[in-house]
T-cell receptor
Framework: KQEVTQIPAALSVPEGENLVLNCSFTDSAIYNLQWFRQDPGKGLTSLLLIQSSQREQTSGRLNASLDKSSGRSTLYIAASQPGDSATYLCAVYPNAGGTSYGKLTFGQGTILTVHP | DTEVTQTPKHLVMGMTNKKSLKCEQHMGHRAMYWYKQKAKKPPELMFVYSYEKLSINESVPSRFSPECPNSSLLNLHLHALQPEDSALYLC???????????FGSGTRLTVV
């Protein structure tokens, strides 16, 4: 059974710092990996989707890398801002076939607070 | 249109009521999902529809009944819920199963 772990569970930093959020998964036979952001009481906003053949994706101040062989993904946030405060979730997609096809496995999330 | 729209945003219902949650997307996605999220926990999958057919039911109690009338619309019918069913219910869609989810903003359900 796939298990996804996110470290740290919570992070509080001053504005302007560069951040690294970590995601590890136990079964390296994954298809895609997706990072989401969730504001309190709201839905999930997709940040980056790393497809099966990719190792990295970038969007603005965000960069996510994926190393399937070691079961790790990293989300890098440059020059953090108070508006980045949210819970960040990583989710892995199973490989094609099998009864779990289409079922995301989420980590527990990292709660990020960026203070001015 | 790049959104998944969920209605209502908030719902309070009694344990004997019948209500429905609605989810709509116009992105041409052919897979749609219902998730349940309790406070401070990640979302948990309830149902997966692929090409309007139910492909995954995560052993959800029968008081939750999904329906996919067409490729753009997904409903979740609720009946005789329990207070522990209070949660944020999230709908998502993707071009096809197992590829790039887009989530809606959710329905906050309170069962009294």
């Amino acid at each position: 059974k796939q298990e996804v772990t996110q470290i740290p569970a919570a992070l509080s930093v001053p504005e302007g710092e560069n951040l690294v959020l970590n995601c590890s998964f136990t079964d390296s036979a994954i298809y895609n990996l997706q990072w989401f952001r969730q504001d309190p009481g709201k839905g999930l906003t997709s940040l980056l989707l790393i497809q099966s053949s990719q190792r990295e994706q970038t969007s603005g101040r965000l960069n996510a890398s994926l190393d399937k062989s070691s079961g790790r993904s990293t989300l890098y946030i440059a020059a953090s801002q108070p508006g980045d405060s949210a819970t960040y979730l990583c989710a892995v997609y199973p490989n094609a076939g099998g009864t779990s096809y289409g079922k995301l496995t989420f980590g527990q999330g990292t709660i990020l607070t960026v203070h001015p | 249109d790049t959104e998944v729209t969920q209605t209502p945003k908030h719902l309070v219902m009694g344990m004997t009521n019948k209500k429905s949650l609605k989810c709509e997307q116009h992105m041409g996605h052919r897979a749609m999902y219902w998730y349940k999220q309790k406070a401070k926990k990640p979302p948990e999958l309830m149902f997966v529809y692929s090409y309007e057919k139910l492909s995954i039911n995560e052993s959800v109690p029968s008081r939750f009944s999904p329906e996919c009338p067409n490729s753009s619309l997904l409903n979740l019918h609720l009946h005789a819920l329990q207070p522990e069913d209070s949660a944020l219910y999230l709908c998502a869609s993707s071009l096809r199963a197992n590829y790039g989810y887009t989530f809606g903003s959710g329905t906050r359900l309170t069962v009294v």
